[in-house]
């Protein structure tokens, strides 16, 4: 096999296998964290007849774990996620919905579940309903509702600019004001005053 070697697998490892599986690996890979850690015996004689013995018990653990996955599977259709992105006026989103948004909702909701496992088939670019997948177990999945709702961000009054016009408009008042009373004054002085045009001839 070159660099590669026949395994058991003792525990379940996920993207290799279930527990009691032969699969094929690296050397490297085997001896160096496999093998160290527990996780896998090589393909002797001897750990073959043990996993001879073992074949009923592990058989009843995957036979559970197939009963806890459709159970699973379940109460996830059961549920509806609802997420809030923000929108434009026509529910266009400025985010996008991604499989963070979706796992921090179900975690919240009480489900242990790894992200690897929720699949959103469609890139969410508005609000409204749709789906997305959870892998749960070997080929069971759950399809479960998702809800996206338009946030729609309130638009902040600028009071600045309207205060700005306020005094321009109470100096311009104030400068037509002064403006009047001088011309006022100037008509007032050509009554009183008129020119003695006597005196001069």
């Known amino acids: 096999m070159g660099n590669n070697i026949k395994v058991i697998l003792k525990k379940d490892i996920p993207s290799l296998g279930e527990e009691g599986d032969v699969e094929i690996v690296k050397v490297g890979y085997a001896r160096n964290y ?3 850690n527990g996780l896998a015996v090589d393909y002797s004689l001897k750990n073959r007849n043990l996993l001879k013995r073992q074949t009923d018990a592990i058989a009843k653990k995957k036979l559970e774990k197939k009963e806890n996955s459709l159970q699973l599977k379940q109460k996830l259709e059961e549920v509806k996620i ?4 923000s929108a434009g006026d026509k529910g266009r989103l400025y985010g996008t919905v991604t499989t963070n948004h979706i796992f921090d909702e179900l975690t919240k909701l009480g489900f242990s579940l790894e992200k690897k496992k929720i699949e959103l088939k469609e890139h969410i670019k508005f609000a409204g309903a ?3 997948t959870v892998h749960i177990y070997q080929d069971i999945s759950a399809e479960v509702t998702l809800e996206v709702i338009a946030k ?7 009071t600045r600019r309207p205060k700005r016009k306020k005094r321009f408009d109470n100096r311009y008042d104030n400068f037509n004001s002064e403006n009047r009373e001088e011309k006022e004054l100037d008509n007032k002085d050509d009554i009183e005053s008129p020119t003695d045009t006597s005196e001069e001839s």
């Open 130 to 132: 749709y789906k997305f």
């Open 82 to 85: 609802s997420i809030e992105i």
């Open 152 to 158: 729609q961000e309130e638009k902040k009054e600028d």
């Open 34 to 36: 496999l093998f160290p």
